[in-house]
């Protein structure tokens, strides 16, 4: 294939291949920097010194260059198991995020419901009660409401008389 081809299959997926890969070309760089800077042996030198007592003794045994390798491989692999719990976490506090949603969602649903339903009730209450009271002023004798002193009352039903 061609070089963009390589390039996108080689392109890094997670946060952690990313980190890594810049990691190996930082140290790299380092490499290739120290190289040019000084010759092989002092280069030997200050990565030794870089590494300490422990790397020299590593590396007297033929070791160091293995042992280095697997833990950047085991730091790569706990790098890459928390990307994946940190996208679990991610993704299960979304979902239980989406669930309360939905439930305040039905929640609120259910106690528009309930409102109009006493909105119903009190509109037909309130109905109910004009026409009981409109019943209840034409059975009323005319001087009671004047006694009362309900005036609007007697002139109400002097009105509704005279449509009937």
Known sequence: ????????????????????????????????NEEQEYGEGERRKKREKKRGSEGKREKSKGKGKERDRERRKERYELRKQKAMWRRYLREKEKKQLEMRIWEQEAASQEVMAQIRTVAEAVQENAFLTRYLLTELWKATPPQRDVELGKEGVKEEREGEGEGE
Do not use: L, M, N
Not at 23 to 30: A, I, L, P, V, W
């Open 1 to 32: 294939g061609t070089e963009t081809e390589t390039e996108t299959e080689r392109e890094p997926e997670t946060k952690a291949d990313r980190i890594s890969e810049r990691e190996e070309r930082k140290e790299t760089e380092e490499r290739d």
